[in-house]
C-alpha cells in the first residue's frame, strides 16, 4: 500500500491537517502502522470507538510508560513528564488529581465569569484601538495567560514570559518558535526546564508567604498521593498546567475565528443569536481540536479493530481523525455550529478527561460573545501562518482586520 501521509512528519500538516488522508485510512486501516526515522513507529488509532477505547483502559494503554508523545525521549525528561498530570497512570493519577478537582468543578469556574469577561474586554478595547492586529499574540495570546496567571496568584511580570514558555512546550519542532535546528521532538526540552525551575522557584517563595486564596493554596497545602508536594513536584504540575491552560486555548480561539471566518453565514447566524455561541465553541472543538494525538504505550499483547499490538508498541490516539469519523458525525467534514449531539473527543474521555474543561469552554465562550458584540466587522488581513507539529493544531500567525461601531 502507497503511504498516504507521514503522520510522524511535522512538514504533512503545515498546510492542515491531511484530513482526506485520514478520511480513506479510517475506510481502510483504521489502525495504521506509521514508520518513524531512527526509532519504532507507532499505532495511529484513527476511529472515534477505538480512541474511546484506548482512553478508557489507561492500564492496559499507559500514558506514564513512555509519555505522551510519539517521539521516544531521554530517561531525564521522560522521568520529569512522568510527574505531570496528563502522563500519570491510575492509581497515582487519581490521586493527584482529587485535591485539585473542586477547583475546577463547573459551579466553581462559572464564578470567574466576571473576571474572565473583564479581562477579555480590555483585550478587545487594546484590538479595537488598533484595528489590524495580529490575532494570536497580540490579541489571544494575553487571554489565557491573565486568567491563569489569576487562578494561580503568578507575579503579572512573569506572565508574558510564561506564554512564551507555553508556546514553546507544545511547538518544538518550529524552528520559528524554537529557534535553531529542527527539534525531533513535538515539544521543547528546554522551555519545559525552565518552566519547571520557575515553578519550582515560585513554589519556594509562596511557602514564605500568607495564603493567598488561590490555586496555588490547594497545591502546597493538600496531600497529594498521602504527601505534600515538593518544590520539584510542582515544577512539574505547573508545566503541565499552565502549558495546557495558555496554549491549548490560545489554538482552540484562534482556530474557532479561524472557522468562523470561512463560514460566513454562519457567523452572521451567531451574531444574530448568541445563544447559538456554546454549541460553536464544541463544534470549533471537533473541526480544529488544538492537538492531534497523545500517546499511549501497551502493558501487553492486545488488538484494536482486530489488529495486533504487542506489548511495549506505541498507541497514538488521534483525535484530529476520531473528530470527523464519518459513524459517529453526520457529513463529518462541514464546519456545522448546529451540530448535536457532538461528541468530540478534544478534551480526553475517561480518566484523563481534561481538568480544566469547564474553564476553556468559559473562556472560548465569552471571547466569542465579546468579540462578536464588540465588532461588527472582522476580516482577514493577511495570509495566516500555521505552527510546524505533528502535535500541536495550530497557527503561529493570522492577521485581522477588526472594525469597531
Known amino acids: 500500500m502507497t503511504m498516504l501521509v507521514d503522520l510522524a512528519d511535522p512538514d504533512a500538516f503545515l498546510e492542515g491537517p491531511p484530513h482526506e488522508a485520514l ?7 483504521p489502525v495504521y502502522w506509521q514508520d518513524m526515522a531512527g ?3 507507532f499505532w495511529a488509532v484513527l476511529t472515534h470507538a477505538d480512541v474511546v477505547h484506548v482512553s478508557r483502559n489507561p ?7 513512555g509519555g505522551v508523545v510519539i517521539e521516544d525521549m531521554d530517561p531525564e525528561r521522560l522521568a520529569r513528564m512522568r510527574d505531570m498530570l496528563l502522563s500519570m497512570d491510575p492509581p497515582r493519577h487519581i490521586a493527584y488529581r482529587k485535591p485539585l478537582a473542586p477547583e ?6 462559572a464564578g470567574l465569569e466576571g473576571q474572565i469577561r473583564d479581562i477579555t474586554r480590555a ?4 484590538a479595537a484601538e488598533a484595528r489590524d492586529v495580529e490575532l494570536v499574540h497580540e490579541v489571544v495570546g494575553s487571554l489565557p495567560t491573565q486568567v491563569i496567571g489569576q487562578l494561580f496568584g503568578l507575579p503579572e511580570a512573569d506572565w508574558d514570559m510564561l506564554h512564551a514558555l507555553a508556546e514553546r512546550n507544545t511547538s518544538g519542532q518550529d524552528p520559528e518558535i524554537n529557534p535553531g535546528e529542527r527539534n525531533a521532538e513535538a515539544g521543547s526540552p528546554d522551555s519545559s526546564m525552565q518552566m519547571a525551575m520557575y515553578g519550582m522557584q515560585f513554589a519556594a517563595s509562596r511557602r514564605e508567604m500568607a495564603p493567598q486564596g488561590d490555586l496555588m493554596d490547594i497545591i502546597l497545602g493538600e496531600r497529594f498521593d498521602g504527601r505534600y508536594l515538593t518544590d520539584a513536584d510542582i515544577g512539574s504540575l505547573l508545566v503541565q498546567m499552565i502549558t495546557a491552560g495558555n496554549d491549548t486555548t490560545v489554538t482552540m480561539i484562534v482556530g474557532g475565528v479561524w472557522a468562523l471566518l470561512q463560514h460566513p453565514e454562519q457567523l452572521a447566524e451567531l451574531r444574530a443569536d448568541p445563544a447559538l455561541i456554546p454549541g460553536a465553541v464544541e463544534e470549533i472543538l471537533r473541526w480544529h481540536n488544538p492537538l492531534h494525538y497523545f500517546r499511549r504505550t501497551a502493558t501487553a499483547d492486545t488488538e484494536l479493530s482486530g489488529t495486533p499490538i504487542a506489548e511495549g508498541d506505541k498507541v497514538a490516539m488521534y483525535y484530529t481523525s476520531a473528530n470527523r469519523d464519518e459513524k459517529v458525525f453526520a457529513d463529518p467534514q462541514r ?3 448546529h451540530r448535536n449531539p457532538n461528541p468530540q473527543l478534544s478534551f480526553g474521555i475517561g480518566e484523563h478527561f481534561c481538568l480544566g474543561v469547564h474553564l476553556a469552554r468559559l473562556e472560548g465562550r465569552v471571547f466569542f460573545e465579546e468579540l462578536l458584540a464588540t465588532f461588527p466587522t472582522i476580516e ?5 501562518r500555521r505552527t510546524r507539529s505533528n502535535l500541536n493544531n495550530a497557527f503561529k500567525s493570522m492577521p485581522v482586520r477588526l472594525t469597531p461601531a
Not at 478520511?23 to 486501516?29: D, H, M, N, S
Not at 482577514?380 to 495566516?384: Q, T
Request: hydrophobic share 45%; no cysteine.
Open 23 to 29: 478520511a480513506e485510512l479510517r475506510r481502510t486501516t
Open 39 to 41: 526509532e519504532p513507529g
Open 380 to 384: 482577514l488581513a493577511g495570509e495566516p
Open 104 to 109: 475546577f468543578r463547573a459551579k466553581v469556574i
Open 335 to 337: 464546519f456545522d455550529i
Open 59 to 65: 492500564t492496559l494503554f499507559s500514558a506514564e510508560a
Open 123 to 126: 483585550v478587545l478595547t487594546r
